[in-house]
């Protein structure tokens, strides 16, 4: 129907009969001339109709916005002086020899002009189809799917098999909810929708098909805070008799293409590494931004005997920890900044945000300023503006606290510091985090649990840590950071049956439970399991990333509210009495 | 940890030292020396302990079937005699130098040697991984993981998208029973699986974006019945501002890429074409298989008045057909393998199977040899004998009854009977077949139904008919069938608000219905909806025929049993009554 799209045309048409299909982004009458802004997936050209051909003018005449045309016509270059630089197609225009109207459009309730973005997003994705014409939107989507068909071309490369694991399956472990489906063969029984095909993709290394990856829909019936979506999509890869340095160096090499094609950006090679220790000790949290340059500094030997038990108390517990932050050029902030960042740190569980700004050092204790100097030795003085290297006009934030909150409110502060202040440094920083512990323990429930998920394996050299501190294991996982986002993680998996015993029961899964719940994984892995691991990219998150979006749901075609609704469809819906009755159910009635 | 696959080594390697990874298919110890046939996803290669290297050889002695192994040796030319033309590898051996038993295995439940097909289904997917092992389903696996990228690549070279579209959704319209999923945030609630993506992918067209595919899940909750899956794969197409020509022009280039990749076939080019009434008239089906070279004939006109009512009624009822079908030397089939075939054809409603053995025509009637022949007329047998062109030796076979009954036990009985003798012609016989009515008029309801699905569009030229006679109105559906399998179906859709409502309300959905129903196309359908049309190929059929495989069991990996349940996983399966709880959800006591 068409010979062209709209935005491909340039100068190189010039001269030639062309046909063309698309939307009307707007008509202006001008001079007696009707303009004609036409869109397609690839841009906008312009038409102009003119009274000479008395036809398509007088078609032309009738066209709205959002009408579907389909135009033959001219293409001739611009009069001079009617140039438009700002369109990919400005130099040329169509002149419009025959109009067909294809579709009338009533008024859409959303614009599709750059103020579309402002609409409420509920309207957005109640006409979703209205939203997804914008450019922007169909941009976001195009890239979509060049990345996804970037990673699959690499992965079929190296010989990876797409293989399709069940949606209709039984409950994972992951630890969220499930996604629940009653069965009607098997009343009162359920299938679960997977959070991860984990288990799958392991039972395909038993299998021996030795390379798998899949773009895989995977579920989880959580509450959405945060930005989660009930579905969403993940890459998933899975090898054997490959250790974590085979995984870890194969995957960054398919990150560095992936950037290299889509964004045009050479990321480092190797990417950096950091231990889970290292990354909590200098960065607070263990997906640092490394685009931030400031770190945190440990100061509890420093305050251990203060007369300040905001101090003192934490940095001679086990559990605790005081460590400072140094701002530079930090002394500029306002005195309703700092509190600002006070009530920032407080979401975090942090009690206050003590603070010590550096007038004039040459000056010693008396060019400093801070509500808790005077709690401070000079010793102790001495040893944090050594430790922290500040300078006149820096600004040193304290945490102190259990190691938890201060780890999450200072690495938070310090992302936030840095994106405030305009302190990141390049663009893009991936960054791996190994060396992980197996397990942490849940004092609440007086428990370990497992910071991977229990499928983990452990480093070899410390199997015998599990029976002897497992708080010491280190795991063999590997977790792929993106500018403070995790977008990957991954890990070598337990491949003898006897290790996943021990961890099942260190789990606190007993041996009944385990056979009932991974009965079939334990057996498989009686048959000989070969030694193998994976990883998992969160593939919204990756393209969210990539493509400049402030949400997932901005990269996803039909997602579901914050409350994992769809306002196009309207579903989730009621359903009739006898469906219910089909699958041996019933409703609850309404507390 | 490894430098070759086992199946990938022979004489280009000789000399060489490799590391292979992979699992025991056999160990035969031999003049005392011990051979183990490794086995890995590319194949099988022997290595050879020697005494000599007393370490491996200690190890070697351990082994058994389906440990893994990681085995470093020489790669070496095979003593004369010894060659083994069966194998890839046969003709060289690996000397293994050293051995590492990576992991054992108890003795297989199952046998991973070509006896493996013959154990039963249950026990097979029970023990799926080992199942996979079996170089069938790994290659089955293989070709399938080959196909979607082939598919992906042509529909990525010629600009579609690949857009993903909801899992969680509302119910389909496809006429099957959707699979419910209750909401937990809106309590009393339910998403639906989707039966096919042919909503979205509407909308995605009215969204602007052209080209869309996806490889995509689909679910139906349908009695197990033939070859069907809880959960099957569809490539999923749709196109805008493209008519049915450009659709199947496209549809044939993929197709016969695909063939020719995979199979080194060359498919014909154009595929031929069928309209729905022809393919009735001379195949009794809408999805012949055209490898069968045999054809119904009409033949109510010489029997109308016949003094046998079998016939005669029926070739006086407009709904009626009396059909002939000529099979080439016939006269061999013996009495009881007729009987077999009245039996086969009674599946299909048909009471009776008449037939006329054509020994000696010169002779005339006494040439003939037919239980019914004294109920015809001279001339009713010289038009048989005249239309069906039958020889001496032929045997013909009538259909006479509603023609529903005739069309479907005939067109199965020429389809058995071109299997049965061997009358195939030529592999792969794929066929358009287009002109379909848009409704079927189902007598004991007393109601027109869609043949395809309610978004279909009429003929343009049709439209007046859709008030007049809808029963004539054709459609602009096409299906692709290849071999008798119908492998893909579709349409141009739709695309004006008012056309779809005339359809719904044929389709005895009344405007309130509809509005509930399906309220947010007709709302999408008026701003700005383009042309558009598209087509779904069931990849899991496509895949069983290209690869041979008797079901589509054979080409999942993880597929479910008749009875919807999954040996492996134990899935469905019962949940806790907390979960049903916060689901708002109750079970019904059994009757």
Redesign the interface.
């Known amino acids: ?2 010979t062209h799209y709209c935005g491909e045309l340039g100068s190189g048409q010039i001269g030639q009969e062309v046909v063309l ?1 698309g ?1 009307v982004q707007r008509r202006r009458d001008h001079g007696g001339v009707i303009f004609i802004d036409l ?3 690839v841009g906008l050209v312009q038409i102009v109709f003119d009274p000479d051909r008395p036809e398509p003018f007088a078609r032309a005449e009738q066209v709205r916005s ?3 045309l ?1 135009v033959k016509g001219l293409v001739r270059q611009r009069p001079d002086g009617t140039i438009n630089p700002e369109l990919a197609t400005g130099e040329i225009e169509v002149l419009g020899h025959a109009l067909e109207i ?5 008024t ?1 309730p959303i614009h599709l002009d750059s103020h579309a973005a402002d609409a409420s997003e509920e309207l957005r994705l109640r ?7 914008r450019p922007e939107m ?1 941009t976001r ?2 890239t ?2 060049r990345i ?2 970037i990673l ?1 071309r690499f992965l ?1 490369e190296h010989g990876f ?11 994972t472990p992951e630890g969220a ?17 997977p959070q991860s095909p984990q ?2 993709k392991q ?2 290394m ?6 798998y990856y899949q773009i895989a ?1 995977c ?1 989880r ?1 959580e ?1 959405l805070r945060a930005d989660r979506q ?2 969403f ?1 993940q890459l998933d890869i899975e090898v ?4 974590e340095e ?1 995984v870890m160096g194969l995957m960054e090499s398919m990150i560095r293409t992936l950037f290299r094609e889509v964004l045009e950006i050479a990321l480092p090679d190797p990417f950096p590494r950091l231990s889970y220790s290292e990354a909590m000790q200098r960065f607070g949290s263990d997906r640092p931004d490394l685009r931030v340059p400031l770190e945190l500094v440990d100061i509890a030997d420093l305050v251990k005997a203060v007369d300040f038990q905001v101090f003192a108390s934490p940095a001679n517990d086990p559990e605790g920890r005081v460590a400072a932050l140094r701002l530079p050029r930090g002394g500029e902030l306002s005195r309703k900044e700092i509190d600002q960042y006070t009530q920032f740190v407080g979401i975090y569980g942090a009690k206050g945000l003590a603070y010590i700004k550096v007038n004039d050092w040459a000056k010693g204790r008396e060019g400093l300023q801070s509500p808790i100097l005077k709690f401070l030795t000079d010793d102790a003085i001495q040893g944090i503006m050594t430790r922290t290297g500040a300078q006149d006009g820096d600004l040193i934030f304290f945490g102190a606290d259990k190691a938890r909150v201060v780890n999450e409110s200072l690495g938070a502060l310090r992302v936030k510091l840095g994106h405030d202040l305009g302190l990141r440094q390049g663009d893009w920083q991936p960054l791996w985090v190994v060396d992980f512990p197996m397990f942490e323990y849940d004092a609440e429930h007086r428990r370990w649990v497992a910071l991977h998920h229990p499928f983990t394996s452990p480093k070899e050299t410390h199997l015998g840590l599990l029976e002897t501190d497992p708080g010491a294991c280190l795991s063999r996982a590997y977790d792929l950071v993106l500018n403070g986002t995790e977008i990957g993680g991954g890990s070598i998996r337990i ?2 049956p006897e290790v996943q015993r021990q961890v099942f029961r260190l789990l606190n899964i007993s041996d009944e439970q385990a056979e009932e719940r991974f ?2 994984l334990l057996r ?1 892995l ?6 193998h691991g994976g990883i998992a990219f969160g593939l919204d998150r990756l393209v969210m990333l990539m493509t400049g979006a402030h949400s997932i749901r901005e990269v ?3 997602p ?1 509210t914050q ?4 306002p ?8 009739d009495e006898s ?1 219910l ?8 009635a ?1 507390p």
Chains 1, 2 share one sequence.
């Open positions: 129907m068409r299909c939307w869109r397609d997936r959002e009408y579907v389909r294809l579709n009338t459009a009533e859409p006409y979703r189809y209205l939203d997804l014409r169909q989507l195009h979509r799917s996804t068909r699959r079929d098999l797409d293989i399709e694991t069940p949606i209709l399956t039984k409950s909810r499930d996604y629940l489906v009653p069965s009607r063969t098997h009343q009162g029984s359920f299938f679960a929708l288990l799958f039972l395909l038993m299998a021996g098909f030795d390379r829909r579920f019936d509450d009930p579905e999509t054997s008799f490959m250790d085979g491949h003898r009965g079939f498989a009686r048959y000989g399991c070969p030694p996803m075609a039909f579901k409350t994992a609704a769809c196009l469809t309207e579903a989730p819906s009621p359903v469906q009755k089909e699958l041996g159910l019933r409703l609850r309404r």
